[in-house]
């Protein structure tokens, strides 16, 4: 099976620099063009299941993708973007967000931590690993998630993981099977 991940076409906020994290933004007519491209390189897999998140953006971007097909598609929250809490509606360029975003261990005031996003979509990623054989499947999430799916196949360093970049509508190819170590530990013998 191969993952297919594909982070949403732009919006506003993206186009100004800005923290979306939760707050529901739609797509601009960029995006929107973004999504168009993107379907004609998708309109050559074929694809077992779409899952997307609920967000408008991923939502309205995948309703493009998908136009005259035919493929399972569900919402799934454990790839709604990161909740940066306070953070939400900053530039990326605030100091106080770059230092934050180094604080792997620690949440974003009123909001969740990487660790928090992490177990949240290592869940699905395991989910479907388990799941769907040799069968293609689509995320259609953000680009934060996408570090995180990015380091359930790959290792990062601290800094590769904090600056990884997805830019709108890429798309990226992940093989499957990938894990090395069982979803449950059993207990060895003597515990």
């Not at 007519?29 to 390189?41: F, I, L, S, V």
């Not at 939502?59 to 306070?86: P, W």
């Amino acid at each position: 099976m191969s993952l297919y991940y594909l982070r949403h076409g732009e919006t506003d906020w993206n186009a100004k620099n800005v923290m979306q994290g939760r707050i529901d933004i739609p797509l601009n007519e960029k995006g929107r063009e973004e999504a168009r491209k993107a379907k004609e390189t998708l309109d050559r897999i074929p694809l077992a299941l779409v899952i997307v998140s609920p967000l408008l953006r991923t939502q309205e971007t995948a309703a493009i993708l998908l136009k005259g097909r035919n493929v399972e598609t569900r919402l799934d929250e454990r790839i709604l973007e990161q909740y940066f809490g306070d953070y939400e509606g900053l530039s990326r360029e605030e100091k106080v967000y770059a230092e934050q975003k180094k604080k792997h261990f620690c949440r974003y005031p009123n909001g969740e931590g990487f660790l928090d996003c992490v177990y949240r979509v290592y869940s699905l990623l395991h989910e479907l690993e388990d799941t769907m054989g040799d069968r293609n499947v689509l995320l259609v999430a953000h680009g934060g998630i996408s570090r995180i799916v990015h380091s359930y196949f790959f290792d990062m360093e601290d800094e590769e993981f904090e600056t990884h970049f997805m830019p709108n509508c890429g798309i990226v190819r992940y093989e499957w099977p990938h894990r090395r170590f069982p979803a449950r530990q059993l207990p060895s013998k003597g515990e």
